[in-house]
T-cell receptor
Framework: GQQLNQSPQSMFIQEGEDVSMNCTSS?????WLWYKQDPGEGPVLLIALYKAGELTSNGRLTAQFGITRKDSFLNISASIPSDVGIYFC???????????WGAGTKLIIKP | DGGITQSPKYLFRKEGQNVTLSCEQNLNHDAMYWYRQDPGQGLRLIYY???????QKGDIAEGYSVSREKKESFPLTVTSAQKNPTAFYLC????????????FGSGTQLSVL
């Protein structure tokens, strides 16, 4: 099935650093969703975006819906140990209500 | 509390055996989904249901079956035809009230004995 291009695949950062990851697609989406997954758990919704150009924050997290509707990014400021996990993007078009998923970005914080 | 409950958390399957994974939601959501996740991979759609008594195949439906007899329940059966069933299985439901949001259960890890 179709997938989004999510990058980077993994990130090794120091505590306190800012983090940036993005997703791109060849298709136009009406919705972008960003999730975080801890080991052995289901993904938890972080931020939902519904309009091109929309910039939304959730605490230290900020995500934007690209103006072309084909991309989105997620930034995490001043990372802390509990930010460790896998972050997924997902895009949805109105035509079929199915979500298309990125392969995930694994965030690892160096001790 | 409203949410999505998956059970069991861990499940073991013998060769040739069918096993059923449970998914229950009390969020009053019409649409429900089953995803498979392999280690280090993203999510792949197995089956989805937009409404009671209706369901459609996703990208990797072979070897799986589902039913949707009640709005709250969407069980997934992993049949003996699924030759590589070891994976983490995630159930989700979709909130369509205004803006769509997908909510997940905590997952079931299926392993082959």
């Amino acid at each position: 099935g179709q997938q989004l291009n999510q990058s980077p695949q993994s990130m090794f950062i120091q505590e306190g650093e800012d983090v940036s990851m993005n997703c791109t697609s060849s298709s136009i989406f009406n919705t972008w969703l960003w999730y975080k997954q801890d080991p052995g758990e289901g993904p938890v919704l972080l931020i939902a975006l519904y309009k091109a150009g929309e910039l939304t924050s959730n605490g230290r997290l900020t995500a934007q819906f690209g103006i072309t509707r084909k991309d989105s990014f997620l930034n995490i400021s001043a990372s802390i140990p509990s930010d460790v996990g896998i972050y997924f993007c997902a895009g949805q078009s109105k035509s079929n209500y199915q979500l298309i998923w990125g392969a995930g970005t694994k965030l690892i914080i160096k001790p | 509390d409203g949410g999505i409950t998956q059970s069991p958390k861990y499940l073991f399957r013998k060769e040739g055996q069918n096993v059923t994974l449970s998914c229950e939601q009390n969020l009053n959501h019409d649409a429900m989904y089953w995803y498979r996740q392999d280690p280090g991979q993203g999510l792949r759609l197995i089956y989805y249901s937009q409404i009671v008594n209706d369901f459609q195949k996703g990208d990797i439906a072979e070897g799986y079956s589902v039913s949707r007899e009640k709005k709250e329940s969407f069980p997934l059966t992993v049949t003996s035809a699924q030759k590589n069933p070891t994976a983490f299985y995630l159930c989700a439901s979709l909130d369509r009230g205004g803006n769509e949001k997908l909510f997940f259960g905590s997952g079931t890890q299926l392993s082959v004995l």
